[in-house]
């Protein structure tokens, strides 16, 4: 199921960046040192607040 609160999410392998935009703020938040295995884990979670 998707999120309700995140709009959009991108990353950047290269600079294990991953980018989070939210619905209520439309802000876009960066978190730096993400490992591409984590930035999977967060895409296949069903909730985006806790893995499966």
Same mark, same amino acid.
């Given at each position: 199921?998707?999120?309700?609160?995140?709009?959009?999410?991108?990353?950047? $392998? &290269?600079?294990?960046?991953?980018?989070?935009?939210?619905? !209520?703020? #439309?802000?876009?938040?960066?978190?730096?040192?993400?490992? $591409? &295995?984590?930035?999977?884990?967060?895409?296949?979670?069903? !909730?985006? #607040?806790?893995?499966?």
């Amino acid at each position: 199921m998707p999120s309700t609160s995140i709009r959009k999410t991108e990353y950047d $392998p &290269e600079r294990k960046v991953l980018s989070v935009w939210f619905v !209520a703020s #439309g802000k876009r938040y960066e978190f730096e040192g993400v490992p $591409p &295995e984590t930035f999977a884990a967060f895409k296949a979670a069903f !909730a985006k #607040g806790r893995e499966r």
